[in-house]
């Protein structure tokens, strides 16, 4: 319950919050029968006072405003008396007028006109005195969102494409405007056509029209004081020009690990990260210096697009940084939340907003907008609960940068809750809260990656060595050249896998003269423990053979041998071949051998090493001129292709029953996708040898 | 690199032709040499009076030749205690491996936990 309070908490805490701001707002309309009156103080008074160097002078104090739209309202004869005031004179002590930087000053929707979007004008008359130099009048650099500037009914300037009704907003640049040269001197009306998104209110919660007073005064000094404008821009950006260094370097980083290792993914995703993170700050940054990008597209590519995704990338790098199982089940998860999200959002921002989507429908769509973003939050919180279980190591660097990332990603809910996303430093630097967070966690995430590199690669090493050492164990007990056997055609075809497997298969002389005796088996496990448990089957089977012939013998002393050594088993098949043909053939669960095309009736037997009185299948049969049998290991059968399909039985009928080589089967199986060590024995025997007198292929049951 | 995991649930079931009840060991996920810990766990884990036990290897993704050594030994072991076991559940081309390496001598195999249940 406590749970689901604190959620209702979080979703109603910023409406709230913002009604009670209208509400103290509405004392702020003051009565507008007011009649009308010069409102500069400093301008309409004693003329001396402003004639001691005054170049400039801010525009604050009682301008009129008025919602909606009228051509008529530029002309300097309009009656405004009716409308309401609308006081822009910045906060105490945080305006600098010499420079004419000013202070903040809440937009209309937190002074009034609580949920007004569109158009709206303002207008003040001032009366110059001075010399007569030519004036010019610099806009804020903070403003929502375009707007026309008209003097004495003169268009002067504007920002933002006006055509018609239809506005594109920019991100608000310093600009300003020179006035016409009959009106440098006396009274002059200033009108300022306002246009607002509709959306905009959902960046801050006390938007509209203008955050600071427009400044008046010779042309030359408001040109500086606009450059001066552009260089606190700068320095307010220049924290996210370092973040978009540090991530474009982070970027590079990790397209260059992944490159070296393919094989962690996780570096992949942080590149996609840091992409979105480049992607939006290049959009942002540079729309504070020009106006290349519409204010609609730059929200739609940042908050739209770039910011969801970036919300899903995050937790999927994260996802694969943890080794989470079923990552799969994760993507399905996570996407449909970052779609929704997006859809979400799209609804409440230009072009849709306002314009298609009615605006009372923003108090159903933020919740859920809201809802979705928390969703993926817990999602995230999920992936990183189970992360931090399963891999304790790194785990309070992994922590940390989790912490940051979600103080990252959440800083717009952060500030709708009127929490500080922002700090001032020295110098006039401004540093925002998710600049700190996205570097931090960069750097830390950072170093974990190139720990985590590099204790890989060292992994890699120590594999390879093993590897290559197995490699060579297997390479001697495999033999190349087999003996030759009279009336007898060996084959043998063997593709290691790239991890060693643990076939093994001898072809060793035996009696009486001219018989052969034939192995062929593969230990559990892999690596260099299978390599090693093959050097010491080989070398007990040879030992073995050397004082008996009987199949059957010699798997019973190798299966006790490998008893005692415990957890280590293996199957095995031994063929003993007279020079008559007669196959004497016991199998310790090994797969049967193929009498040309057919597969031998070998009944089941345990694996060797399991038991120790366990009882090997023995099956006798007698090889006519032309027969051919084939023997095989495991890896064949269990050849998996990507989707996990098994090579099976059916396909080695198949190949079979077309007569195909060893090489040939164990080429199909390879090219279906080897898992396992391949190892294809054929032994045909030659039709120039005597017949014998058994039934072909006869097979008595022992 | 990831853990391979073995999920096994353990089940009671009433006998259909009366007798002891069975004690069903369902196996999901990979068996592999990774699995002996969680394999040999569980049997160990089974109540002395468990007489009747039923292998469920229908939800089994991947089973290479070490989880069948572990098989093995926890049906001979089953075995050596007295315990009549029965499996189901099993593609055909396990089912012809399981063949192979003579764990029918431990477990007969069947179509389906019904059929299973009755040959008890």
Redesign the interface.
């Known amino acids: 319950m406590r749970r689901v309070a604190m959620l209702l908490l979080l979703l109603l805490w910023p409406s709230a919050k913002q009604a009670c701001a209208a509400r103290a707002a509405q004392p702020h309309q003051a009565p507008s029968s007011a009649p009308q009156q010069p409102f500069q103080a400093t301008l309409a008074s004693t003329p001396l006072l402003i004639q001691l160097g005054q170049s400039s002078a801010e525009l604050g104090g009682l301008w009129k405003f008025h919602p909606g739209d009228n051509p008529a309202w530029a002309q300097p004869n309009f009656d405004d008396s009716a409308w309401g005031a609308m006081d822009l004179t910045p906060p105490p002590g945080s305006a600098d007028e010499t420079l004419g930087i000013s202070g903040y000053i809440p937009g209309w929707m937190a002074r009034g006109y609580p949920h007004y979007a569109g158009f709206a004008w303002y207008r003040i008359q001032v009366n110059v005195q001075g010399p007569n130099r030519r004036l010019a009048l610099k806009m804020p650099s903070d403003v929502d969102d375009a707007y026309q500037v008209f003097a004495n009914g003169h268009l002067i300037g504007s920002f933002g494409k006006f055509q018609g009704q239809h506005v594109t907003a920019y991100s608000t640049l310093p600009m300003d405007f020179l006035l016409p040269a009959n009106s440098s001197h006396g009274p002059i009306t200033i009108a300022i056509r306002m246009w607002m998104d509709s959306a905009t209110p959902f960046n801050s919660p006390d938007a509209g029209g203008l955050h600071e007073p427009p400044v008046l005064g010779y042309a030359s000094i408001i040109g500086a004081l606009t450059q001066l404008d552009y260089d606190t821009t700068a320095q307010f950006m220049v924290s996210g020009l370092v973040e978009s260094m540090i991530v474009f370097m982070a970027l590079l980083m990790t397209l260059a690990l992944f490159w070296l290792d393919r094989t962690e993914r996780a570096y992949f995703w942080l590149a996609l990260v840091c992409l979105a993170i480049l992607l939006t700050n290049v959009i942002v940054i540079s729309g504070q210096f020009t106006a290349w990008i519409g204010e609609t597209l730059a929200v739609i590519l940042t908050q739209v697009l770039l910011s969801p995704l970036q919300n899903g990338l995050w937790v999927l790098f994260w996802g694969y940084w943890f ?1 989470i ?1 079923r990552i799969s089940l994760l993507h399905r998860v996570i996407w449909p939340l970052v779609a929704l999200m997006m859809a979400g959002v799209a609804m409440l921002r230009p072009p849709l907003y306002g314009q298609h989507i009615p605006v009372q429908m923003a108090g159903l769509f933020d919740p859920l907008v809201l809802l979705v973003k928390l969703c993926i939050g817990i999602v995230f919180l999920v992936v990183v609960f189970r992360g931090l279980k ?1 891999q304790r190591t790194e785990g309070g660097m992994a922590a940390l940068a989790v912490l940051l990332i979600i103080l990252a990603n959440y800083r717009n809910e952060m500030r709708l809750l009127h929490i500080p996303i922002a700090f001032q430093l020295g110098g006039g630097f401004v540093v925002q809260l998710g600049t700190i967070a996205t570097v931090v966690s960069l750097l830390i995430i950072t170093v974990m990656l190139l720990m985590r590199f590099f204790h890989n690669q060292r992994l890699k090493e120590q594999w390879k060595l093993e590897i290559e050492q197995a490699r060579q164990v297997q390479r001697i007990l495999i033999p190349h050249d087999l003996p030759s056997v009279p009336g007898l055609a060996i084959q043998s075809e063997y593709r290691p896998a790239r991890e060693v497997g643990g076939d093994f298969f001898q072809v060793l002389p035996s009696q009486p003269p001219g018989s052969v005796l034939i192995m062929l088996g ?1 230990v ?2 892999k690596g260099m423990q299978a390599g090693m448990l093959v050097a010491v089957i080989v070398g007990a089977m040879r030992a073995v053979a050397q004082h008996s012939s009987d199949p059957e013998k010699i798997l019973h002393e190798i299966n006790i041998q490998l008893c005692e050594r415990r957890h280590t ?1 293996a ?1 095995c098949l031994i063929l003993h071949i007279d020079p008559q043909g007669n196959v004497t053939l016991a199998s310790a ?4 051998p193929y009498l040309n095309s057919r597969e031998l009736e ?6 060797l090493g ?2 120790p009185d ?1 009882d090997h299948s023995v099956v006798t049969l007698t090889l006519q001129p032309g027969d051919t049998l084939t023997l095989m290991s ?1 890896g064949i ?2 050849a998996q292709d990507p989707s996990g399909a ?1 090579f ?2 059916d396909r080695i009928d198949a190949l079979l029953k077309d007569r195909a080589t060893a090489a040939q089967i164990a080429t199909a199986a390879q090219e279906f996708g080897q898992e396992d060590d391949i190892l294809v024995l054929t032994v045909h025997k030659e039709e120039s040898t005597r017949a014998t007198p058994q039934t072909h292929g006869q097979k008595v049951a022992a | ?3 391979q ?1 073995t999920q096994i649930s353990i089940e009671e079931l009433a006998s259909p032709n009366g007798g002891d009840t069975i004690t069903v060991l369902r196996f999901a996920g990979d068996i592999t ?1 990774a699995s002996q810990p969680a394999i040999l766990g569980a049997y160990e884990g089974l109540s002395e009076t468990a007489r009747r036990i039923l292998l469920d290897f229908s939800k089994v993704e991947y089973l ?3 989880g069948i ?1 572990l098989i ?2 926890m049906l ?1 072991a089953a075995n050596k205690q007295g315990r009549t076991i029965r499996s189901f559940g099993l593609s055909p ?1 396990f089912q ?10 431990y477990t007969s195999i069947h179509p389906d936990q019904a059929a299973a249940c009755n040959s008890f």
């Open positions: 080794r199982p399963r593969d559990t496990g088993s199957t669960g090994q797969l049967p070998v009944p089941g037997a345990l694996p399991t038991i366990a495991d059968v269990e098994l099976g039985f | 690199m990831q853990e995991v040499s290479n030749s070490s050594a093995i030994q001979i081309h012809k491996v399981f063949t192979m390496v003579g764990i029918t001598r």
